[in-house]
């Protein structure tokens, strides 16, 4: 079956770690993008990437860094940098501007 | 800068209800525009696709129909079930910042529905 898939589904970081959320798609998708959901908020944009070796910083990148090295993976690394990272991140993909957007099913990151 | 702005922020019907829900944007500059399901602690569920040269589209009791000159957007449930009790998002895709080519989804911060049984 084709998607995306985000793992791990709950993560829990203490002060001072970085941390690695992983997304991977099997839909063949160059654009490959970030979101961090905070309740109330909506989701916000923090990195995108629309093909292998290049990504962008979106609305809110300080404190994150991605890589692309290949189509199928866009990892997000959360930094200590990050002084509030506790919220739900959403990893989407799609192929042209025409066609629908599809998402993981998200990992709920936690400070401890 | 493009936003998107969804009224109600919530709201509870009875069973079997119509209803609609309301999806504006700023920038009518648009590509596309998607309507998703969020259930919570879960992803976000593709419900419809409207290309900005299309007017509407359906699936099942889903309509969206799409006026990008006035810049808005509206999804229709027709006889709710408490099935559909969700978070509702719209999300508009254009250029996410100006003199660049990049696109993405700009997202509303939804409506949260409950469909009482």
Not at chain 2, 30 to 58: H, V
Request: proline residues 4%; aromatic residues 10%; contains cysteine.
């Amino acid at each position: 079956d084709g998607g995306i898939t985000q793992s791990p589904k709950y993560l829990f970081r203490k002060e001072g770690q970085n941390v690695t959320l992983s997304c991977e798609q099997n839909l063949n998708h160059d654009a490959m993008y970030w979101y961090r959901q905070d309740p109330g908020q909506g989701l916000r944009l923090i990195y995108y990437s629309q093909i292998v070796n290049d990504f962008q910083k979106g609305d809110i990148a300080e404190g994150y860094s991605v890589s692309r090295e290949k189509k199928e993976s866009f990892p997000l690394t959360v930094t200590s940098a990050q002084k509030n990272p506790t919220a739900f991140y959403l990893c989407a993909s799609s192929w042209r501007r025409d066609t629908e957007a599809f998402f993981g099913q998200g990992t709920r990151l936690t400070v401890v | 800068k493009q936003e998107v702005t969804q009224i109600p922020a919530a709201l509870s019907v009875p069973e079997g209800e119509n209803l609609v829900l309301n999806c504006s944007f700023t920038d009518s500059a648009i590509y596309n525009l998607q309507w998703f399901r969020q259930d919570p602690g879960k992803g976000l569920t593709s419900l419809l696709l409207i290309q900005s040269s299309q007017r509407e589209q359906t699936s099942g009791r889903l309509n969206a129909s799409l006026d990008k000159s006035s810049g808005r957007s509206t999804l229709y449930i027709a006889a709710s079930q408490p099935g559909d009790s969700a978070t509702y998002l719209c999300a508009v895709r254009s250029r996410l910042y100006s003199g660049g080519g990049a696109d993405g989804l700009t997202f509303g911060k939804g409506t949260h529905l409950i469909i009482q049984p």
